[in-house]
């Protein structure tokens, strides 16, 4: 497996139910980060989490990282079908390059 | 208060072209990273540059392709007689200093999708 894999690779959900998605890493980090992608276009960034910290919110997302485990969780509440789109993890540990996995494609319908 | 800038955002080359990919990152950031998207994947990183200096390119092929981030003007991603695998989306990100590594955040720019025939 690589830096950085997020599963499950494809996640379907109702509209307001919540969507989780995991990431894990393999080496030491300095910060670990969740961006959007909608289909097509460029990365939206979503929420960083700093190694020290172990839980962050912002709106109705919330990261969590466990950096015994090299795992990060991305949960989003009350889904939306604007919600739509595929999301990455990207560790940060590795000079100044960013390390992504290779994306949750999120699905929420109407 | 412009975002990172990409052009073009779509390129259609023939095998054995060469194709330009172009970057200007944000106002005041002096770093800019490329990275490459093939459908269905993770973005995978090329290389890190600032003015003038290539600081980072392990993630680039060894050859046809180059990159450049000159004093003045954006920084360019050159491929050199592209074949098929060379499709993708390619994407430039800049970052102010990185204060080392502390603090990373790293502004994307919309990509650029080059198809080759």
């Known amino acids: 497996s690589q830096q950085g894999e997020e599963d499950p690779q494809a996640l379907s959900i109702q509209e307001g139910e919540n969507a989780t998605m995991n990431c894990s890493y393999k080496t030491s980090i300095n910060n670990l980060q969740w961006y959007r992608q909608n289909s097509g276009r460029g990365l939206v960034h979503l929420i960083l989490i700093r190694s020290n910290e172990r839980e962050k919110h912002s709106g109705r997302l919330r990261v969590t990282l466990d950096t015994s485990k090299k795992s990060s969780s991305l949960l989003i509440t009350a889904s939306r079908a604007a919600d739509t789109a595929s999301y990455f993890c990207?560790?940060?540990?590795?000079?100044?390059?960013?390390?992504f996995g290779e994306g949750t494609q999120l699905t929420v319908n109407p | 208060n412009a975002g990172v800038m990409q052009n073009p955002r779509h390129l259609v080359r023939r095998r054995g072209q060469e194709a330009r990919l172009r970057c200007s990152p944000m106002k005041g950031h002096s770093h800019v990273y490329w990275y490459r998207q093939l459908p269905e994947e993770g973005l995978k990183f090329m290389v890190y540059l600032q003015k003038e200096n290539i600081i980072d390119e392990s993630g680039m092929p060894k050859e046809r392709f180059s990159a450049e981030f000159p004093k003045e003007g954006p920084s360019i991603l050159r491929i050199q007689q592209v074949v098929r695998g060379d499709s993708a989306a390619y994407f430039c990100a800049s970052s102010v200093w990185p204060q080392g590594g502390v603090y990373n955040e790293q502004f994307f720019g919309p990509g650029t999708r080059l198809t080759v025939l």
């Open positions: 990207a560790t940060d540990g590795i000079g100044s390059r960013l390390t």
